[in-house]
């Protein structure tokens, strides 16, 4: 069984540049959630894809966008960076059932991506 | 008020001692996550939890639904348990997805 995996560990980009990082969700899995952690606080969701839709978002800009592919991995696009966009991006992967909504939702992580923006 | 307060924000102990951290929410919840998170790394499932109690090895979690309360305990604590330790709570309110606890520093000194 492959757990998730994220890709790039860092990046470095500068303030007004795009990023797209990446998350492969572990085998099994349909649902890929996205946090932002900023340094010292805890995450917040940003948004999660089932079955390659948005089913949930939390309160990012349209700046933030995402895809899920048909083999459930996924993407995390920023536009337009800013200098507060500097953080660990977490991707977890979960079983949903049918409808996208499931009462345990137990999630597993990857390691992160650790993004600065200068 | 936050929806899921965690106590107490940071801990050091030593090298041994049985180790301690609680989590009181507020909203009703289908289930209670425990997660670990060491600096600079990624976050760590330790327990899914809605009822009763599991263990794992020298941890043990803990939950009252009627009191709103969960614990997560450590026995003989050792220097590589020094991590966060966070507590999430899924809930019907925000559909489903994780309200998440400020999280514990805990620090073990050998």
Redesign the interface.
């Given at each position: 069984e492959t757990g998730v995996t994220?890709s790039p560990t860092h990046l470095i980009k500068t303030r007004g540049q795009q990023v797209t990082l990446r998350c492969s969700s572990q085998s099994g899995h349909n649902t890929v959630?996205w946090y932002q952690q900023a340094l010292g606080q805890?995450?917040q969701?940003i948004f999660?894809y089932y079955r390659e839709e948005e089913n949930?978002r939390?309160n990012f800009p349209p700046r933030f966008s995402g895809l899920q592919f048909p083999n459930y991995s996924s993407e995390l696009n920023v536009n337009a960076l800013e200098l507060d966009d500097s953080a660990?991006y977490?991707c977890?992967s979960s079983f949903l059932l049918a409808g996208g909504?499931?009462?345990?939702?137990?999630?597993?992580?990857?390691?992160?991506t650790?993004l600065t923006v200068l | 008020k936050n929806e899921v307060e965690q106590s107490p924000q940071n801990l050091t102990a030593q090298e041994g001692e049985f180790i301690t951290i609680n989590c009181s929410y507020s909203v009703g919840i289908?289930?209670l996550?425990w997660?670990q998170q060491h600096p600079?790394?990624?976050?760590?499932?330790l327990f899914?939890l809605?009822s009763g109690k599991k263990k794992h090895g020298r941890l043990i979690a803990t939950i009252n639904i009627q009191e709103k309360h969960s614990s997560l305990h450590i026995t003989a604590s050792h220097p590589r348990d020094s991590a966060v330790y966070?507590c999430a709570v899924?809930s019907?309110d925000s559909?489903?997805?994780?309200i998440?606890?400020?999280?514990t520093k805990l620090i073990i000194k050998p």
């Open positions: 994220q959630s805890g995450p969701f999660q949930g939390g660990l977490l977890a909504i499931s009462s345990y939702n137990e999630q597993f992580f990857g390691p992160g650790r | 289908s289930a996550h997660l600079g790394g990624g976050i760590v499932s899914m809605s966070i899924i019907p559909n489903y997805q994780l998440w606890g400020a999280g």
